[in-house]
């Protein structure tokens, strides 16, 4: 198991940007596939954007693709999601997610994650 902790939420206003960070803790942090998902107010959770064990597959969702990138930095047990152009359709609690047994793949289905964090709020005004 391993927890995660996610940070850098905030109110940004339209075309502005944010990074959001995952900080994991517990086993080794490159045995995981690494996954960003958002649940917005009255809808459900959707995939945003995942990442491999060694940074060398991605997958977005493609409301973010070519605004958001996902990278990771295994040195430092973190994943990071850098969120520019945002738009108020953005606004949501953002969730990483760690896969344990998908490290070579970047899955988009929330259900190959098996630990997830507390989540960071994004709000986007417009």
């Known amino acids: 198991q391993v927890q995660l902790v996610e940070s850098g939420g905030g109110l940004v206003q339209a075309g502005g940007s944010l990074r959001l960070s995952c900080a994991a803790s517990g086993r080794t942090f490159s045995s995981y596939a690494m996954g960003w998902f958002r649940q917005a107010p009255g809808k459900e959770r959707e995939f945003v954007a995942s990442i491999s064990w060694n940074g060398g597959t991605t997958s977005y969702s493609d409301s973010v693709r070519g605004r958001f990138t996902i990278s990771r930095d295994n040195a430092k047990n973190t994943v990071y999601l850098r969120m520019n152009s945002v738009k108020p359709e953005d606004t949501a609690v953002y969730h990483c997610?760690?896969?344990?047994?998908?490290?070579?793949?970047?899955?988009?289905?929330?259900?190959?994650?098996?630990?997830w964090g507390q989540g960071t709020q994004v709000t986007v005004s417009s």
């Open positions: 997610a760690a896969a344990a047994s998908r490290r070579g793949l970047a899955p988009r289905t929330s259900g190959s994650y098996d630990d």
